[in-house]
C-alpha cells in the first residue's frame, strides 16, 4: 500500500525563504491551542508572525521525518484513518481509495505545513493534527484541482491567465492564516501564487476623510471597512494586471495596506515596501470579510439599521470591482457573526500580552459594532445563494466552529 511506501521517501528539504509582506500588512491569526502539546512546551500558540522575520529571512525549520520503525508505520496508518474521518472528505470527493492513491502528497504537505508552524510532525496534538490534515492540506488540494481545471480550458500554446481564487470570510475566522498556509504549499510545489486582499484596496488616508465628511453621523462609514471605502477603479487595474502576468520576466508589485498609520485609521503602504511578484503567475489568492457579498433591497438593509442604506447603494459596484474577476469560490461560513467579536477580543488580548500594543476590550466592542450590521444583512444571502456569477461547481463552502475548526 502506498501509506507503506511513503515512509521510506527521502526527508523534505527545510523551507525556502517566503515573503512575509503578506503577514506584514495583514492580522495574523494563531494556529489552534495547542495546551499540554509535546510540540509545544509553553503551551502558547503559535504565531505566524514568530515564523517570519522583518528582513525576509525564512521560518526557523524543525527537524522532522518519518522514520521507517513499525511503530511509526502504525503511527501512519492512524493517521491515513484521520485524514478519512475528516468532516470535508465527502464535500471534496474525496474516499479512502483517493487518499490512498494520493497519501505521498498528503504526508509531503502535512510535513511542510509542520515545518512552517515549526511544529513536531510526530508529535502533533489533535487541534494540530486536525487543522492541518482535515482543513489546510484538503483545502490546497481542492485548489489544485481548480487550477487544473482552469487551465484544461485552454489549447497548448495559449497564454493561461492566472486562477482566481476568492476567500470570503469573516474577521477573524482564521483566513489569513489560510491564505499564508496555501501560498506556502503552492511555492514549495513549483506554482507561483499572488495574494490580495480587499483591504488592500482600502482608500488613501485623505480619501477616507472626505468620505467620513461626506457622510456625517454614518459611523458605518467613519472608519475603514464597509463598502464606500475602497477604492475600486484600483482593483479594477491591479487584478486586470495580475491576470496579464502570464510570461516569464514580467514583473508587478502588489499593493498593501498599513492599518497601523494615522493612530490605527490606516492608508495605503508606500509602494516602496510593496512585494513584488514575477509571472508567469498560476493562481491569485483574494481574501476578504465581505468578498461575495450582493447589493439587496433597501427594506432589507433598513430594516437590520438604516445606516446600511448608503454601504448597500455603493455594493452595487462591487460585483464589476472584484466579485466577476473570481473564477472559484471558498466561503467560511459561521454560525454567528457575534463570532467575531470573541476572535478579535482573543487576538487583541494576545498582542496585548506580547507587549504589542492592542485594542481594549471597550475598543474592540466599537471596532466590530461597525461591522456587525452588514454581516447580519448579507451573510444569509451569501450562505444561501452564493456570490454572484459563481459556477456552483466552483464554490467550495466550509463551516467552520468557535475554535475555526472545519465541521
Known amino acids: 500500500m502506498r501509506i507503506l511506501n511513503a515512509l521510506s521517501r527521502p526527508s523534505l528539504s527545510p523551507p525556502t525563504t517566503i515573503s512575509p509582506s503578506y503577514l506584514t500588512h495583514h492580522s495574523p491569526c494563531s494556529f489552534p491551542s495547542q495546551k499540554n502539546s509535546p510540540s509545544n512546551p509553553d503551551s502558547r500558540p503559535v ?60 504526508l509531503q504537505c502535512g510535513g511542510l505545513l509542520c515545518r512552517l508552524f515549526r511544529l513536531n510532525e510526530l508529535r502533533l ?15 490546497f488540494l ?26 470570503s470570510a469573516p474577521q477573524g475566522s482564521g483566513k489569513t492564516t489560510l491564505v499564508f498556509a496555501l501560498e506556502y504549499l503552492f511555492k514549495r510545489t513549483g506554482r507561483t501564487a499572488a495574494t490580495l486582499s480587499i483591504d488592500d484596496f482600502y482608500l488613501t488616508a485623505e480619501e477616507q476623510a472626505t468620505l467620513r ?8 462609514l467613519e472608519l475603514r471597512g464597509n463598502a464606500g471605502s475602497h477604492d475600486l477603479q484600483f482593483s479594477i487595474d491591479t487584478l486586470t494586471s495580475l491576470s496579464k502576468l502570464t510570461k516569464k520576466g514580467m514583473t508587478m508589485k502588489l499593493p498593501r495596506y498599513d492599518k497601523s498609520a494615522f493612530g490605527g485609521k490606516g492608508d495605503r503602504a508606500d509602494p516602496s515596501t510593496w512585494p513584488e511578484v514575477e509571472g508567469p503567475v498560476e493562481v491569485v489568492l483574494f481574501e476578504g470579510w465581505m468578498l461575495g457579498f450582493k447589493h439587496l433591497p433597501n427594506e432589507v438593509v433598513k430594516a437590520v439599521d438604516p445606516q446600511l442604506e448608503v454601504v448597500n447603494k455603493n455594493l452595487e459596484a462591487y ?19 457575534n463570532c467575531v467579536y470573541q476572535w478579535r477580543l482573543q487576538a487583541e488580548i ?40 459563481m459556477d456552483p461547481d466552483r464554490l467550495l463552502v466550509i463551516d467552520i466552529d468557535e475554535e475555526r475548526n472545519p465541521i
Open 319 to 337: 460585483y464589476d470591482a472584484w466579485d466577476k474577476f473570481v473564477e472559484a469560490w471558498m466561503v467560511i461560513k459561521i454560525k454567528d457573526p
Open 47 to 106: 504565531s505566524l508572525s514568530s515564523n517570519s522575520s522583518s528582513n525576509g529571512r525564512g521560518m526557523v525549520p524543525s527537524r522532522s521525518v518519518f522514520p521507517t520503525s513499525p511503530a511509526l508505520t502504525s503511527s501512519v496508518g492512524d493517521l491515513f484513518e484521520f485524514i478519512c474521518s475528516g468532516p470535508l472528505m465527502k464535500k471534496l470527493g474525496f474516499t479512502a481509495e483517493t487518499v490512498g492513491e494520493s497519501v505521498d502528497k498528503w
Open 125 to 139: 496534538s489533535v487541534p494540530e493534527k486536525a487543522r492541518i490534515y482535515h482543513y489546510y492540506v484538503p483545502v
Open 350 to 389: 494576545a498582542m496585548r500580552e506580547d507587549g504589542k500594543p492592542g485594542m481594549s476590550d471597550e475598543e474592540v466592542l466599537d471596532f466590530v459594532s461597525r461591522y456587525l450590521p452588514a454581516y447580519k444583512a448579507y451573510l444569509p444571502t451569501l450562505y444561501a445563494e452564493g456570490p454572484n456569477g
Open 142 to 167: 481542492w485548489c489544485e484541482n481548480q487550477i487544473s481545471h482552469h487551465k484544461s480550458k485552454f489549447k497548448d500554446g495559449e497564454e493561461i491567465p492566472p486562477l482566481v481564487i476568492g476567500i
Open 213 to 220: 465628511s461626506q457622510n456625517p453621523g454614518n459611523a458605518l
